[in-house]
Every structure is written in structure tokens, then in C-alpha cells.
Nanobody, 122 residues
Framework: QVQLVESGGGLVQPGGSLRLSCVASGFTLDYYAIGWFRQAPGKEREGMSY????????YYADSVKGRFAISRDNAKNTVYLQMNSLNAEDTATYYC???????????????WGQGTQVTVSS
């Protein structure tokens, strides 16, 4: 059974950092690309970053480029999202998902985690 479980969310002050984790089970993570998305109340889901299966290189949306970093530990079947310089606009529920493609199109992602809440507030 394919399962993705996110963790690491919470309340953080503006300018702070968090590291999200996405633990996969039921499949081998390094055969797939993993993406991170977020959705704030009343807003559309936004793709932030994915890490390719082929060479581990990454894509970042302009909104997070330079602040967020995605990485993977294949031995732990886990993908991470290091988030720095957080601001109120980063408040959202964050999801990881898996795809066979190198894309940020959410329709191409086959499995999703349940999400973890990130709140940036003073």
C-alpha cells in the first residue's frame, strides 16, 4: 500500500525556519519524482518544488526559490523540504506527492500525503 506521511509543520515566527519531512512506504522513493505543494484557505493549490528521480536535481517555483531547499534520503525513503526566511504568505497546509514525471502539474501526481500545517505568525 502506497503511503506518504508528512511531518514537521507547526507555528513559527516570521523569519524563522522549518524542515518538513515526507516519509514514503509501499514503494521505493528513488524510482519517482517527489513534489511539495501547499494550499492556503481560499487559495488554489500551489506547486513549490520537486526533486527528480534521475539525478536528484530540483525545480523551485519563483515564490520559494532561494528560501526553500528540497532533498532526499533514499536510504530512509524520505524527502525533506527545508524552509527558511518564512513569512505570513507561507502559511498553508503543505503536501508531498509522487509522480513518474518531472513536473509541477498536480494532475500528474498519483499519490498524496495528508498534509502538515505550517503557520507563520508573531
Amino acid at each position: 500500500q502506497v503511503q506518504l506521511v508528512e511531518s514537521g509543520g507547526g507555528l513559527v515566527q516570521p523569519g524563522g525556519s522549518l524542515r518538513l519531512s515526507c516519509v514514503a512506504s509501499g514503494f521505493t522513493l528513488d524510482y519517482y519524482a517527489i513534489g511539495w505543494f501547499r494550499q492556503a484557505p481560499g487559495k488554489e493549490r500551489e506547486g513549490m518544488s520537486y526533486i527528480r528521480r534521475s539525478d536528484g536535481s530540483a525545480y523551485y517555483a519563483d515564490s520559494v526559490k532561494g528560501r526553500f531547499a528540497i532533498s532526499r534520503d533514499n536510504a530512509k525513503n524520505t524527502v525533506y523540504l527545508q524552509m527558511n526566511s518564512l513569512n505570513a504568505e507561507d502559511t498553508a497546509t503543505y503536501y508531498c506527492a509522487v509522480t513518474n514525471l518531472a513536473t509541477m502539474d498536480p494532475d500528474e501526481y498519483d499519490y498524496w500525503g495528508q498534509g502538515t500545517q505550517v503557520t507563520v505568525s508573531s
